[in-house]
Structure formats: C-alpha cells, structure tokens
C-alpha cells in the first residue's frame, strides 16, 4: 500500500520559517517527480514547486527566491524549506509525487496547514 506522508506545517509569524517533510511508503520501483501544492481558502489548487528525479526544479513566482525544494532519493523524502513567509502563503499544503510501480502513478499527500499570521 503506497502512502505519501506530509508534516511539518504550523503556525508561524510573518517572516518566519518552516520546513516540510514529505515520505513516500510502501512498494515502489523509483520516484519521479515530487512536488507541493496549495490550496487556500476559497482558492484552487495550485503548483508552488516541482523537481524531477534528475533534480531539476520549478517554483511558482510568487515563491521563487523565498522556498527550496529538495529532495533525498535514498530516504524516499522530498522537502520544502519555506522562508521569510507572508500572510499570502497561509493554505494546506500537499506532496505529490509520481512513483513507478513499475508503471507511473500519480500519489498525493494528506496535507498539512501552514498558517502564516502575527
């Protein structure tokens, strides 16, 4: 039974920082690519940072120069180390991520609540 896991979220004044973990369960045969989204209140869903298995990454613009996402293959772990955030990124985050079992499936996270407020 593959599971992804996500933690990390909390609450955090304006300019803080936090740091997402998430891990990838059960039987699988690679990771692809690992992402987070976001969903606000009211909002859609939406992409905040992608990287691929070779590590290459993308970021939304409204994160880009204030969140990095990594990722650690051998523990099956990808992260988002969120700084100096603002009100704006308060929202549920979730990991995706594609794993190949062996075909490629698309896996999400639980999410988890990062609130950004003084």
């Known amino acids: 039974h593959v599971q992804l896991q996500a933690s990390g979220g909390g609450l955090v004044q304006p300019g803080g920082s936090l740091r997402l973990s998430c891990v990838v369960s059960?039987?699988?045969?690679?990771?692809?690519?690992m992402g987070w989204y976001r969903q606000a209140p009211g909002k859609q869903r939406e992409l905040v940072a992608r990287?691929?298995?070779?590590?290459?990454?993308n970021y939304a613009d409204s994160v880009k120069g204030r969140f990095t996402i990594s990722r650690d293959n051998a523990k099956r772990m990808g992260y988002l180390q969120m700084n100096n955030l603002e009100p704006e990124d308060t929202a549920v985050y979730y990991c995706?991520?594609?794993?190949?079992?062996?075909?490629?499936?698309?896996?999400w996270g639980q999410g988890t609540l990062v609130t950004v407020s003084s």
């Open positions: 059960g039987t699988i045969f690679g990771i692809n690519v």
């Open positions: 995706n991520a594609v794993l190949m079992r062996p075909t490629f499936n698309d896996y």
């Open positions: 990287i691929t298995s070779g590590g290459s990454t």
